[in-house]
């Protein structure tokens, strides 16, 4: 089999949207070091999962021997990325975005770490904005963007049909300082390819044309698509809504570990080819051996095990399969007092109890049931579990025993249906 190159793996893969000048880009990894780089404003204290493809694709580059900067936009994330937004993002205080500033890089230091590659330089743009005079950077930079072309972009132009939106002076001049940062991290790390997801087109295409322009160079972009789900939910969000964040403290590992479980079958060897760094042969087994046994939750089974172990670690994954097994299987007395707290911050339907009330209330209150009528019903058909243990009477009423580490309760109703009781 003849070895892909890097432009052909990440194609397999499926990690490439747009590449400015293939054909120059592919000779320049091919015979020669590069230097990349990848940009993420700090508009919170942790990334979240559709950060990770850009980071990824970052390490492919790595793994193939070139060199990467990362950029915290410490500055631009104060003025906020009006691509395909519906409206402004609101602005930040400084000292906010400098704390998450240094979160975001001590997250992208521990996920490098995590897979033993060697941590990339990361730069703030603040750094050189702080610096900087409005009035030469207009003389000076400013003269090189045309206003014709920057309102064509689909992304300004979206905004600007809004007649309850519209876009704000700030916002259109993001494209001026995320150029500039192309050309300052060419001058300074001779960085000659920027990455990014697909909505930063044109950013990226107005950061190519600046140093072309001051430097008379060609250097070239690289994006990365944007990913949905089956369900038309936006990658990285649930049902409920909510963001998959990287930092434990904001999703669980276990809630983590669920969101890769629950990748739909059509997606699951996709993400396996951007997600994970196994070979293209190895998921073309797993696929074979999936569909020939029927058995969709192995590939999946393999994807959560690969992501959350990058992401969290192997500890936190032993702690995410533990609580899955033991959920799937009903011995919950094999639940740590830390497991409780990870499905109680997960978000797992919970209700807080303050005395020993009677079961077919708590069935109600918890929406396992739908009447205290509904719940004698559930009891006496066998349907409830309180800590895995099947309850028939109707009249029962839970007691300290009930409390694990003195402290939860879980009911099931069926095999599926887990309710948490805190005490």
């Given at each position: 089999m003849v070895k892909l190159n890097l432009l052909d793996e990440l194609q397999v893969r499926g990690f490439v949207s747009k590449i400015s000048n293939i054909h120059d880009l592919e000779k320049q990894i091919n015979h020669n070091i590069i230097t990349l780089y990848c940009g993420f404003d700090p508009t919170?204290?942790?990334?979240?999962?559709?950060?990770?493809?850009?980071?990824?694709?970052?390490?492919?580059?790595?793994?193939?021997?070139?060199?990467?900067?990362?950029?915290?936009?410490?500055?631009?994330?104060?003025?906020?990325?009006?691509?395909?937004?519906?409206?402004?993002?609101?602005?930040?205080?400084?000292?906010?975005?400098?704390?998450?500033?240094?979160?975001?890089?001590?997250?992208?230091?521990?996920?490098?770490?995590?897979?033993?590659?060697?941590?990339?330089?990361?730069?703030?743009?603040?750094?050189?904005f702080k610096k900087i005079n409005i009035?030469?950077?207009?003389?000076?930079?400013?003269?090189?963007?045309?206003?014709?072309?920057?309102?064509?972009?689909k992304s300004v132009k979206n905004r600007i049909n809004r007649i309850d939106q519209g876009i704000s002076f700030t916002e259109f001049s993001y494209n001026l300082l995320q150029s500039y940062d192309f050309l300052q991290l060419y001058k300074k790390y001779h960085v000659t390819l920027q990455i990014g997801g697909s909505?930063?087109?044109?950013?990226?295409?107005?950061?190519?044309?600046?140093?072309?322009?001051?430097?008379?160079?060609?250097?070239?972009?690289?994006?990365?698509?944007?990913?949905?789900?089956?369900?038309?939910?936006?990658?990285?969000?649930?049902?409920?809504?909510?963001?998959?964040?990287?930092?434990?403290?904001?999703?669980?590992?276990y809630a983590f570990y669920q969101f890769w479980l629950n990748t739909s079958d059509d997606k699951i060897i996709d993400f396996l080819k951007l997600f994970t760094f196994l070979k293209i042969k190895e998921i073309d087994q797993i696929n074979k051996q999936s569909n020939m046994k029927n058995q969709f939750f192995y590939p999946k089974s393999i994807l959560a095990d690969y992501v959350t172990?990058?992401?969290?670690?192997?500890?936190?994954?032993?702690?995410?399969?533990?609580?899955?097994?033991?959920?799937?299987?009903?011995?919950?007395?094999?639940?740590?007092?830390?497991?409780?707290?990870?499905l109680k911050k997960d978000g797992m339907m919970s209700l807080v109890l303050n005395g020993y009330e009677d079961l077919r209330q708590v069935l109600v209150n918890s929406k396992l049931s739908s009447s205290r009528t509904?719940?004698?019903?559930?009891?006496?058909?066998?349907?409830?579990?309180?800590?895995?243990?099947?309850?028939?009477?109707?009249?029962?009423?839970?007691?300290?025993?009930?409390?694990?580490?003195?402290?939860?309760?879980?009911?099931?109703?069926?095999?599926?249906?887990?309710?948490?009781?805190c005490w």
């Amino acid at each position: 089999m003849v070895k892909l190159n890097l432009l052909d793996e990440l194609q397999v893969r499926g990690f490439v949207s747009k590449i400015s000048n293939i054909h120059d880009l592919e000779k320049q990894i091919n015979h020669n070091i590069i230097t990349l780089y990848c940009g993420f404003d700090p508009t919170s204290d942790s990334l979240h999962v559709g950060h990770l493809l850009p980071l990824l694709c970052l390490k492919w580059f790595q793994k193939y021997n070139h060199n990467i900067v990362v950029l915290i936009g410490g500055a631009t994330g104060l003025i906020g990325d009006p691509s395909f937004k519906d409206k402004e993002r609101l602005i930040e205080i400084s000292d906010m975005t400098i704390k998450w500033s240094t979160k975001i890089k001590s997250q992208i230091s521990c996920l490098f770490k995590n897979l033993n590659f060697i941590s990339p330089i990361i730069v703030n743009n603040y750094d050189w904005f702080k610096k900087i005079n409005i009035i030469s950077f207009l003389r000076d930079i400013g003269k090189y963007f045309s206003i014709n072309k920057m309102m064509n972009r689909k992304s300004v132009k979206n905004r600007i049909n809004r007649i309850d939106q519209g876009i704000s002076f700030t916002e259109f001049s993001y494209n001026l300082l995320q150029s500039y940062d192309f050309l300052q991290l060419y001058k300074k790390y001779h960085v000659t390819l920027q990455i990014g997801g697909s909505d930063q087109w044109g950013n990226i295409s107005s950061g190519i044309d600046l140093v072309r322009r001051l430097c008379h160079i060609q250097v070239f972009g690289l994006t990365t698509p944007l990913l949905t789900q089956s369900n038309g939910i936006k990658f990285g969000k649930t049902e409920k809504n909510t963001t998959i964040w990287l930092n434990s403290t904001k999703t669980t590992p276990y809630a983590f570990y669920q969101f890769w479980l629950n990748t739909s079958d059509d997606k699951i060897i996709d993400f396996l080819k951007l997600f994970t760094f196994l070979k293209i042969k190895e998921i073309d087994q797993i696929n074979k051996q999936s569909n020939m046994k029927n058995q969709f939750f192995y590939p999946k089974s393999i994807l959560a095990d690969y992501v959350t172990k990058m992401i969290h670690g192997q500890e936190e994954l032993n702690s995410a399969k533990r609580i899955t097994n033991i959920l799937f299987s009903g011995n919950f007395h094999k639940l740590t007092e830390y497991d409780f707290y990870q499905l109680k911050k997960d978000g797992m339907m919970s209700l807080v109890l303050n005395g020993y009330e009677d079961l077919r209330q708590v069935l109600v209150n918890s929406k396992l049931s739908s009447s205290r009528t509904h719940a004698y019903q559930l009891i006496i058909s066998h349907a409830i579990r309180i800590n895995n243990r099947k309850e028939i009477n109707p009249k029962y009423l839970f007691c300290y025993s009930d409390k694990l580490f003195g402290k939860f309760t879980l009911i099931t109703r069926g095999k599926k249906n887990h309710f948490l009781l805190c005490w």
